[in-house]
T-cell receptor
Framework: DTGVSQDPRHKITKRGQNVTFRCDPI?????LYWYRQTLGQGPEFLTY????????KSRLLSDRFSAERPKGSFSTLEIQRTEQGDSAMYLC????????????FGQGTRLTVV | GEDVEQSLFLSVREGDSSVINCTYT??????LYWYKQEPGAGLQLLTY?????DMKQDQRLTVLLNKKDKHLSLRIADTQTGDSAIYFC??????????FGTGTRLTIIP
């Protein structure tokens, strides 16, 4: 296992289009987290899963955002009707138990909305 | 809510020690973490400290935790050009998500 992987690494889309990102966590990790990082800021929490259950969503996650983890393994994050303000780095992390164990981050997906 | 603060920039001469500071408002995190982010890359966990410890040393890295003052620091000894990056402190303050500081950009002067 080479760690948390995210796909794609970069995505440029026109405003109004839908985009979907994928995250493959470390295989034995049951916790999976999505964060968003804008330029010059630290990552901000979006949502997390324990196995296939989505247990918490941030207020940052508007109705246009949806995340799934259907089989408790990989996860997808979809943004509908993208806006320029959605431009950011989307980071995925996984951990084996709660967040107070070591969380490993992927390389991120950089989204640019033009 | 939780608040984690860091100074934005630090410049250090190559070979000197770097000290990156972090303050937080909520003391409920069991662990406190330091992450490193290089340009265009994700976050790399550098080290962490358990909240009942005062100090942790790991090769060139020393973490100091002052729980009374809610202050965390990361010291990098013998700073090298490869240490240039943004450093984030983070904690899980009583919930299941990490709260990050704004990051400190470390620049190495040759």
């Amino acid at each position: 296992d080479t760690g948390v992987s995210q796909d794609p690494r970069h995505k440029i889309t026109k405003r109004g289009q839908n985009v979907t990102f994928r995250c493959d966590p470390i295989s034995e990790h049951n916790r999976l987290y999505w964060y968003r990082q804008t330029l010059g800021q630290g990552p901000e929490f979006l949502t997390y899963f324990q196995n296939e259950a989505q247990l918490e969503k941030s207020r940052l996650l508007s109705d246009r955002f949806s995340a799934e983890r259907p089989k408790g393994s990989f996860s997808t994050l979809e943004i509908q009707r993208t806006e320029q303000g959605d431009s950011a780095m989307y980071l995925c992390a996984s951990s084996s138990q709660g967040i107070d164990t070591e969380a490993f981050f992927g390389q991120g997906t950089r989204l640019t909305v033009v | 809510g939780e608040d984690v603060e860091q100074s934005l920039f630090l410049s250090v001469r190559e070979g000197d020690s770097s000290v990156i500071n972090c303050t937080y408002t909520d003391s409920s995190s069991t662990y406190l973490y330091w992450y490193k982010q290089e340009p265009g890359a994700g976050l790399q966990l550098l080290t962490y400290i358990f909240s009942n410890m005062d100090m942790k040393q790991d090769q060139r890295l020393t973490v100091l935790l002052n729980k009374k003052d809610k202050h965390l620091s990361l010291r990098i000894a013998d700073t090298q050009t490869g240490d240039s990056a943004i450093y984030f402190c983070a904690g899980a303050f009583g919930n299941e998500k990490l709260t990050f500081g704004t990051g400190t950009r470390l620049t190495i002067i040759p």
